[in-house]
């Protein structure tokens, strides 16, 4: 496809659920990012890949936060044991090169809701 | 990181050019002024960045002060597919990750 793709694009779960969220880059993007975002609120960065190595998890809230690119392409975020705090939208996000301030790509986000 | 500071909304109307500003008091040498825009349900898109000379591409031009404490988002035509929220964001010159604040909600009437 044309740009970053994120499945899906809605999840609904029950407190205590684990979810998987899955991003699919632009076709050889070497830099992947995911961010979260509060209703109201700015992106707020979670963590930072560069092809599959996992340069910056400083944004993760908590240990129940995980995410990999085992392959440097497709990313997945998954949230263990989810709480209602845990509810807003994912953003993922790539970009070409490592190189610093590079443009960025987002996809249309997954919208978590945790009841 | 260096701050910035963006009204929380700006209204224009359709047709007519909007001047987006932003305060960056505390920039750095090193510190590009990046713009992106957030659509209703969609992720960030990029407008546009620079460093110190004014930038122009197809969406937007980017003015930025002498001084470099504060530029100004220029769309040359509102339309109603502008509508979104902009925001400006300093990226040191070694840094990758975006940091966004709260941006300004642009508001475009017929």
């Known amino acids: 496809g044309a740009g970053v793709s994120q499945s899906p694009r809605y999840k609904v779960a029950k407190r205590g659920q684990d979810v998987a969220l899955r991003c699919d880059p632009i076709s050889g993007h070497v830099s992947l990012f995911w961010y979260q975002q509060a209703l109201g609120q700015g992106p707020e960065f979670l963590t930072y890949?560069?092809?599959?190595?996992?340069?910056?998890k400083s944004g993760l809230p908590s240990d129940r936060f995980f995410a990999e690119r085992p392959e440097g392409s497709v990313s997945t975020l998954k949230i263990q044991r989810t709480q209602q705090e845990d509810s807003a939208v994912y953003l993922c996000?790539?970009?070409?090169?490592?190189?610093?301030?590079?443009?960025?790509?987002f996809g249309s986000g997954t919208q978590l809701s945790v009841l | 990181d260096a701050k910035t500071t963006q009204p929380n909304s700006m209204e224009s109307n359709e047709e007519e050019p909007v001047h987006l500003p932003c305060n960056h008091s505390t920039i750095s040498g090193t510190d590009y002024i990046h713009w992106y825009r957030q659509l209703p349900s969609q992720g960030p898109e990029y407008v546009i960045h620079?460093?110190?000379s004014n930038v122009n591409n197809r969406m937007a031009s980017l003015a930025i002060a002498e001084d470099r404490k504060s530029s100004t988002l220029i769309l040359h035509r509102a339309t109603l597919r502008d509508a979104a929220v902009y925001y400006c964001i300093l990226l040191p010159g070694t840094a990758s990750k975006l940091t966004f604040g709260t941006g300004t909600r642009l508001q475009v009437t017929l």
């Open positions: 890949f560069q092809n599959e190595a996992q340069l910056d």
């Open positions: 996000a790539s970009s070409l090169h490592r190189a610093p301030g590079e443009k960025l790509f």
């Open positions: 620079g460093l110190t």
